[in-house]
């Protein structure tokens, strides 16, 4: 049966396979549709490795969460028990949401919320000779990694959950080879846009490279920019109703 879309417009997730579902909430409440285009899934760990390594980084002076599902993942392992003297720390308000949840009940959240907004809260500023414990993936947050380090912390890190690639979604591909419909790109994670650019088949690369992009940060705009997206918009931060508000101006 051949795809046809209805009125309105279009936003293409790259999120993670089963976490599409806030922006797809955020879309709706602004007349859009959504097309879910995952390039992984999320797989909890649950081997004693990361269990060990998780024990020592809930103990550090800073614990620092990267993500809601790095806060997931944790929990499903240890219980929460913050002490006295210790910083519990979320890159953004989902995540301290998640900590919250989770029985963290003093959290530590930047306004900016990305990797850059969480480096200038003052819980981060002087660490020499302090542990920071950070959770969250392989291969994430690296230029955070990196800044502790430069400022003295001595990094525990626990990878409690992993990014596994999956093939772009055959069904999300045709609705795009008949869209006639604007559409628009969600970009919250340079993994996932190198991801997807890598996988896209080349009738449809030039296409998706055409359309709009709104980034959750100044650096992944400048990415997508340097990826060949020639319009890219700066939304306020990356949770979905800033994306779908910064969407929402551009047919403004």
């Given at each position: 049966?051949?795809?046809?879309?209805?009125?309105?417009?279009?936003?293409?997730?790259?999120?993670?396979q089963g976490e599409?579902?806030?922006?797809?909430?955020?879309?709706?409440?602004?007349?859009?549709?959504l097309?879910?285009?995952?390039?992984?899934?999320?797989?909890l760990?649950?081997?004693?490795?990361?269990c060990?390594?998780?024990?020592?980084?809930?103990?550090?002076?800073?614990?620092?969460?990267t993500?809601?599902?790095?806060?997931?993942?944790?929990?499903?392992?240890?219980?929460?028990?913050?002490?006295?003297?210790q910083?519990?720390i979320?890159?953004?308000?989902g995540?301290a949401?998640?900590?919250?949840?989770?029985?963290?009940?003093?959290?530590?959240?930047?306004?900016?919320?990305?990797?850059?907004?969480?480096?200038?809260?003052?819980a981060?500023?002087?660490?020499?000779?302090l542990?920071?414990?950070?959770?969250?993936?392989?291969?994430?947050?690296?230029?955070?990694?990196?800044?502790?380090?430069?400022?003295?912390?001595?990094?525990?890190?626990?990878?409690?959950?992993?990014?596994?690639?999956i093939?772009?979604?055959?069904?999300?591909?045709?609705k795009?080879?008949?869209?006639?419909?604007?559409?628009?790109?969600?970009?919250?994670?340079?993994?996932?846009?190198?991801?997807?650019?890598?996988q896209?088949?080349?009738d449809?690369?030039?296409r998706?490279?055409?359309?709009?992009?709104?980034?959750a940060?100044?650096?992944?705009?400048?990415?997508?920019r340097?990826?060949?997206?020639?319009?890219?918009?700066?939304?306020?931060?990356?949770?979905?109703?800033?994306?779908?508000?910064a969407?929402a101006?551009?047919?403004?």
């Amino acid at each position: 049966m051949a795809f046809t879309e209805p009125p309105g417009w279009y936003v293409i997730s790259l999120r993670p396979q089963g976490e599409h579902a806030s922006l797809r909430r955020a879309a709706a409440a602004h007349g859009a549709r959504l097309i879910a285009l995952s390039p992984w899934k999320l797989r909890l760990r649950t081997d004693d490795a990361a269990c060990a390594a998780l024990r020592i980084a809930l103990d550090a002076h800073r614990v620092l969460f990267t993500s809601p599902a790095a806060v997931r993942a944790a929990a499903a392992l240890l219980e929460f028990r913050p002490r006295p003297g210790q910083a519990w720390i979320a890159v953004g308000s989902g995540t301290a949401r998640a900590l919250r949840r989770a029985g963290v009940d003093c959290v530590q959240s930047p306004a900016r919320m990305d990797s850059e907004g969480l480096l200038e809260l003052p819980a981060l500023q002087e660490l020499a000779g302090l542990d920071v414990g950070l959770v969250t993936a392989p291969e994430g947050r690296d230029l955070l990694a990196a800044s502790l380090r430069e400022r003295g912390a001595r990094l525990l890190r626990a990878d409690v959950y992993a990014r596994e690639p999956i093939a772009l979604s055959a069904p999300a591909l045709r609705k795009l080879r008949a869209l006639q419909a604007p559409a628009l790109l969600a970009l919250s994670s340079e993994g996932a846009l190198r991801h997807v650019l890598a996988q896209m088949p080349t009738d449809l690369l030039a296409r998706l490279r055409a359309a709009p992009a709104v980034a959750a940060s100044e650096r992944l705009q400048r990415i997508a920019r340097e990826a060949g997206f020639a319009e890219v918009e700066l939304a306020e931060g990356p949770r979905p109703h800033q994306l779908l508000a910064a969407m929402a101006r551009r047919f403004r």
